[in-house]
Nanobody, 114 residues
Framework: VQLMESGGGSVQAGGSVRLSCEFS????????MRWYRQAPGKKREMVAA???????DFADFVEGRFTVSRDNARNMVYLQMNDLKFEDASVYYC?????????WGQGTQVTVCV
């Protein structure tokens, strides 16, 4: 049972990136999930919460720039991030509840540059 993020990298400010989270060993269609991020020296913060029905709630700082989509057949969830700001630079994690406990991916780094 694991989650694995991918898709991070270096992006120019104002640009876009799509992160992926692959669910292995647990069926995505039965699970909600969340995206979190953590910048150096800062607390981990929630970015988005996605339900089994596909709806999402976002943190205030997202301001309409991010969307979440899921492909239950492929057990994949995506975080599309547009109009990236310098303050979006972080390690991004996906997480879900499994058997009463949280499981986390290893994280993927997003760097925002000039």
């Amino acid at each position: 049972v694991q989650l694995m993020e991918s898709g991070g990298g270096s992006v120019q400010a104002g640009g876009s990136v799509r992160l992926s989270c692959e669910f292995s060993g647990i069926p995505l269609k039965l699970n909600g999930m969340r995206w979190y991020r953590q910048a150096p020296g800062k607390k981990r913060e929630m970015v988005a919460a996605n339900t089994t029905g596909g709806t999402s709630d976002f943190a205030d700082f997202v301001e309409g720039r991010f969307t979440v989509s899921r492909d239950n057949a492929r057990n994949m969830v995506y975080l599309q991030m547009n109009d990236l700001k310098f303050e979006d630079a972080s390690v991004y994690y996906c997480a879900s509840v499994y058997h009463g406990g949280w499981i986390w991916g290893q994280g993927t780094q997003v760097t925002v540059c000039v």
